[in-house]
């Protein structure tokens, strides 16, 4: 993992020098570059249906009704206040998201990145829910896919070394557990699906205690966005790290098709048990039916 954060310090080192006047490997191998060449096309993209234009626009169109009242700067301004001093950049809008989406495709060197699903997320609006083992998570699922991700964030990483990346690239930050925060964090999901952006969430909280299974999931935030926003698909989505081929480490990322939930007739425990159920029915990874927050509170097990 360490290796995979320097491969990283260069992109944030420049982003860190843009910052100040914008506001807010062996690629040599043969075998590698021809694995690299594959990995960039992807594993279903040339098998991707055809999608109406009319279906992206009607996509966008139901993301709109549901935007919050009031214009996006004075969502920005409300956010500002929030969370002062701590800077947090234009959520869904980051300036840097594609210049950082072509140059981290330089991860692909040393990270074997398998995507497949994706044809089934159809253009424009989309939510995707997912399972967290990783830092990296959000980069890699980023690097597969050709389409922009907004993801809420946990404040703390606005506020640590690297938070030049979150703020640049649109992520939208969160103090969990805040009333205010989470409220003013579910309004700018709202203006990211309006744009046209995927939204992505995990709702465990934290990333998995034991870096493979999945663990109980938390409502706070997975119910109130898929609520508010009715007519827009929500997908599962997976992140495994299986191994090593050729000095390089593998990643797969799955994508679901459409899950099939009616948050106008469900309960939020039906809705949660359900996007439980798609993510271990697309991943295969075991469940805990605890906290990962609170499992990493108690500590390890004593003897």
Do not use: C
């Not at 465990?204 to 409502?219: F, M, Q, V």
Request: hydrophobic share 40%.
């Amino acid at each position: 993992m360490a290796r995979s954060t320097n491969s990283l310090g260069g992109v944030q080192n420049a982003l860190t020098d843009a910052e100040h006047g914008r506001e807010d490997h062996d690629g040599g191998h043969a075998g590698i570059q021809a694995d690299t060449a594959r990995d960039w096309h992807g594993s279903d993209q040339d098998t991707r249906p055809a999608i109406p234009d009319s279906m992206s626009a009607l996509l966008q169109d139901v993301a709109m009704a549901t935007a919050p009242p009031g214009s996006y700067d004075e969502a920005l301004a409300r956010g500002r206040q929030i969370y002062r001093p701590t800077k947090i950049g234009r959520p869904g809008r980051g300036w840097a998201y594609w210049p950082l989406f072509v140059v981290a495709q330089a991860l692909r060197l040393r990270w074997r990145i398998r995507a497949t699903g994706a044809a089934q997320i159809a253009p424009g609006p989309a939510i995707l829910v997912g399972n967290h083992l990783s830092l990296m998570d959000p980069i890699v699922v980023g690097v597969a896919n050709r389409f922009r991700l907004t993801f809420f964030t946990k404040v703390e990483v606005f506020r640590a070394p690297g938070a030049v990346f979150f703020r640049m690239t649109g992520q939208i930050p969160l103090v969990r557990g805040d009333e205010e925060s989470t409220n003013w964090a579910l309004a700018m999901s709202s203006y990211a699906l309006a744009e046209g952006n995927k939204l992505a969430l995990y709702p465990e909280g934290t990333r998995s205690p034991d870096g493979r299974s999945l663990h109980r999931l938390h409502r706070r935030i997975l119910v109130p966005v898929l609520q508010a926003n009715p007519g827009i698909p929500v997908h599962a989505m997976t992140v495994a790290y299986p191994g090593t081929r050729r000095g390089r480490r593998t990643v797969d990322v799955r994508f679901s098709a459409p899950l099939d939930i009616d948050v106008t007739a469900m309960s939020a425990n039906a809705i949660t048990d359900a996007v439980r159920d798609a993510l271990l029915d697309l991943g295969g990874m075991p469940y805990t039916h605890a906290f990962g927050r609170e499992l990493k509170s108690a500590g390890p097990p004593t003897q």
